[in-house]
């Protein structure tokens, strides 16, 4: 499975989103999004592919790279996306805002 990523471009202008690319996974897509509604806690980012969706806030995506990065592997490689273990995913499973059901 795919990932696409979508980060929130709006709260944090300038967001340097270099090491992030570079730690993604074959598969994962990041595309820059303006506002998540997610406002609360900058920055937000959804992760969606053909099954469940997540939004998570309070990301930094310099210092959480290497989480996002492993949270996409486990995602991809989940059954319909459906993270059953996050441990593996490290301070991004503490970010986490919701869990959208596949359609």
Known sequence: MTAILHLC???RAGVDT??????????????????LNACGKPVALSMQG???GYLFNGVDPVTDAHD???????YMAAPGGVIEDAR???R?????LGRLPAV
């Not at 996002?68 to 486990?74: D, G, K, L, M």
């Open 9 to 11: 471009t709006t709260c």
């Open 18 to 35: 270099a090491a992030l690319r570079e730690a993604l996974p074959e598969g994962a897509e990041l595309r820059l999004h303006e506002c």
């Open 50 to 52: 053909r099954g469940t």
């Open 68 to 74: 996002i990065a492993a949270t996409a592997r486990i």
């Open 88 to 90: 593996p995913c490290g």
């Open 92 to 96: 991004l499973r503490f970010c986490l």
